[in-house]
């Protein structure tokens, strides 16, 4: 994904980078290019950590099949963040659990935490991009 | 201090791009360094040069431009983002043979990487979205 | 026939299903599609609002709404009818007129 | 039966105008009749040209272009929202002293009016948007 | 505002036409260009009914100032409304109510009914547009 | 100096407020912004929930947003502070980092 004028060789520390994913997929494009975000963003090597609340857990719930509404699945390329070495995918337990899921429902596995840890992973953040 | 601002809504349709040239001018005034302006989403459409609000209005894009004019701004608008919207600059254009561009003065067109830069290098990224 | 209504925002996080059961009149029906789908599912900590609804309307879900978000295999709420495009269309020339909860 | 839509969201950004097009379809091939499209707010956005989403992916405007070929369909762009956000035709750059213009094909500029004489004239209404 | 291009010579029944306004003003501009919407529409002559109910009643309040932020103030023109015949504006007394305000705050004069009155008057249009 | 958490919806309609003041450690700063604003707003149904984040953290409203709707002269919430925009890049610079709840 990555093109010939992206400078990936970037001066500056290594940072704490979230990407807080709060909303339902495919009802809006946020879920969408919030990923393409990340995959872009793996190339800089940075200390990247993605989290899901609230809708946000909806992204990554398996079985998804967009072929009646036309869009296309993204849900797949969850599964390949691995593989860009973004291997930090925490789940909250209170949005999981008021939606009725489980980690089993989920396309990737994830630590599941509390609301309160959580809270607490967000502060330890330097960055935080929420679309 | 070094600020970056991420825009991700269009112009007039949601408050964020008012909001975010606001807080960028008070930001300038203050003094602090604007690093970057990152248009994602549809806040690419902050960038077209076709737009036309009524005159009793204000016209958001021209706002962007002069800022970047008089502060020497990086108006960025995301590539990937502009392609499904239809921002295009004239090399975009001519990449994806369409027959004209609409890119505002003042803008360009670039790499998601120049969000993830800007996140890197300021001392804070602030969104505005909805 | 009366009114239907189409809620399509997340129960979790807007408050437009909440209006929408507020001022439907009994005897109209509601469809849940997009992002309104997961109102439709059982077990979820919204599902009694669309429960409390099923006695006075007829409810409604938009199928490939729910496949996407890979909702077609859970439990939807008793009552609830899935309907597809066609069946959308369907609902909209039964009923008098149409009322988006946007 | 003869149905209008209205759609009020830009393409991709939010699932109004892809909603939108599957129940147009749907209809149409139920043998119902649709008066026409309007597009209001960002769902202006829908009628340009200048998009080019992903391959992998859907392209709205080419679909509304599709069915307007297909089927007869009239689909209009608000003229004055249109002005706010940019989406000109040959007519309206002119006018307004652009450069160039952005409509894709199977797409008029019109006023608002249109909308009203949707609703007066068609036996439904519906509305897709955020 | 009306251009010569539109034809408001339109054949066809008198309707009742229902605009519903739930959101709040410059947040989003669903306000302003609805608005825009009933000012064209008043040129038709068709049966004309504005509901404002949830954050659509913040749309009405008055003393708005949008100076500061750099937007136009629209909600002079709620007060032009009568001048083009547009004289049906009922507002949701709970709607009011449970954000403290009450007809008194509104820029203009309203009736106010009860979400059940609300709820019928919806039930007697014959096109609803919402925005 | 802990986070910067901005909300920029109306309480009414979206739960983005419940979802910052439950992950707002104690001690962060809450900045009601745009349609926010109405969350700052006395003797409302949803002021409750303003109230109860007063003590643990320091909560600011963008006075140009509330002048804007009409809202510059109705009561706040006691401990509340009104800010303009250059007071919105101050807020952004004292604390270490800002979140957008959107």
Request: hydrophobic share 40%; proline share 3%; glycine share 8%.
């Amino acid at each position: 994904m990555s093109e010939p004028w992206e400078d990936d060789e970037l001066e500056g520390p290594v940072r704490k980078f979230m990407y807080v994913n709060r909303k339902a997929p495919y009802g809006t494009i946020y879920a969408l290019e919030s990923l393409e975000v990340v995959l872009i963003a793996a190339a800089f090597e940075q200390d990247v950590t993605l989290a899901f609340l609230d809708d946000g857990v909806y992204q990554i719930v398996k079985g998804q099949d967009t072929e009646e509404i036309g869009v296309k699945n993204f849900s797949p390329i969850y599964r390949a963040l691995e593989g860009y070495d973004v291997e930090k995918l925490f789940v909250e337990k209170e949005s999981l659990e008021s939606r009725g899921l489980t980690a089993d429902d989920l396309v990737v596995p994830v630590e599941v935490i509390s609301r309160e840890q959580m809270a607490d992973l967000m502060e330890e953040q330097e960055v935080i991009l929420s679309f | 201090m070094k600020l970056s601002i991420l825009v991700n809504e269009g112009p007039y349709q949601h408050q964020a791009a008012d909001t975010a040239i606001q807080f960028t001018k008070a930001a300038l005034e203050k003094g602090h360094e604007i690093m970057r302006v990152f248009f994602y989403h549809d806040g690419v459409n902050n960038g077209t040069r076709f737009g036309v609000p009524p005159q009793d209005d204000r016209n958001i894009t021209e706002q962007w431009t002069a800022l970047a004019k008089e502060h020497d701004l990086d108006l960025v608008v995301c590539i990937a983002a502009a392609q499904r919207r239809g921002i295009l600059d004239e090399n975009e254009a001519k990449r994806q043979g369409k027959d004209g561009d609409n890119i505002a003065e003042g803008f360009r067109i670039s790499g998601l990487g120049q969000l993830i830069e800007a996140g890197i290098q300021s001392d804070r990224l602030v969104v505005f979205g909805d | 026939m009366a009114m239907l209504h189409t809620v399509n925002k997340s129960p979790f996080e807007r408050r437009s299903l909440d209006s929408c059961l507020r001022h439907a009149v009994k005897g109209s029906a509601i469809l849940l599609i997009e992002d309104g789908i997961y109102a439709a599912i059982d077990g979820t900590v919204v599902a009694e609002k669309i429960k409390s609804a099923v006695g006075d309307h007829k409810v409604y879900v938009l199928g490939p709404d729910l496949k996407a978000r890979g909702m077609g295999d859970h439990k939807l709420v008793d009552g609830i009818e899935t309907v597809d495009y066609a069946g959308f269309v369907d609902l909209v020339t039964e009923y008098d007129k149409v009322q988006s909860w946007l």
